[in-house]
Structure formats: C-alpha cells, structure tokens
C-alpha cells in the first residue's frame, strides 16, 4: 500500500457564511470539502445551534499545503475581523492522491 501525505484544513465558522465561503474554496482551487454541523463553546460564548444565528459549521478540506495555506491566508484576511472562525491544519496520509 503506498502513502501520500497532504494536508487537512478545518474550518469551524459561523453557518451563516456557508454559501460565500463554498465560493471562496472553489475560487482558491480546493478540489472538494466536506461541510457538518457542529457545536461547541469558544471565546465568543457557547455555540448550540438553538436557532440559526448561533449555528456553526466544520469544514474540511485535504488538499496540498501550499493551497491549504493560501486558503488559511485568504480566510483570515476576509473574516477574522468580523466573524467567529478558527483555521487549523494537519499533515494526513491518503491512499488516493489524484483524488487531492
């Protein structure tokens, strides 16, 4: 079985901006993503997706590092100011590499 090592980037953002952020990772090259519901608490309070305003969602996107980190960059830039988003990035081992 052969290896390939690429890059995990998980977005934790508000739901709200799901639609504009689908755009931005098509834009940015992602070649695919995966979208979930999710909650939580964090420095702007608890997240429990009672109602739609508080709702949030996990993004995934495996890709290589140098588009992981073009993605990150240009994220941070749009909405760390305005909205409650975290970025975080993993080395990971895929078995299908064409597929990133």
């Not at 290896?3 to 934790?12: A, E, Q, W, Y």
């Not at 519901?37 to 109602?51: I, L, P, Q, S, Y």
């Not at 073009?70 to 100011?81: F, G, K, M, P, T």
Request: net charge negative; hydrophobic share 40%; glycine share 6%.
């Amino acid at each position: 079985m052969h290896s390939h090592t690429r890059t995990l980037l998980t977005i934790v953002t508000e739901a709200a901006l799901e639609g504009t952020l689908v755009r931005d990772l098509d834009r940015l090259h992602a070649h695919g993503y995966t979208i979930t519901d999710a909650r939580g608490k964090g420095n702007r309070g608890v997240r429990d997706a009672g109602w739609e305003a508080s709702a949030n969602i996990r993004v995934e996107v495996v890709c290589d590092a140098e588009t992981a980190e073009a993605i990150a960059a240009s994220l941070q830039e749009q909405y760390y100011d305005d909205y409650a988003m975290i970025l975080f990035m993993s080395d990971i081992t895929v078995l299908r590499p064409q597929k990133f």
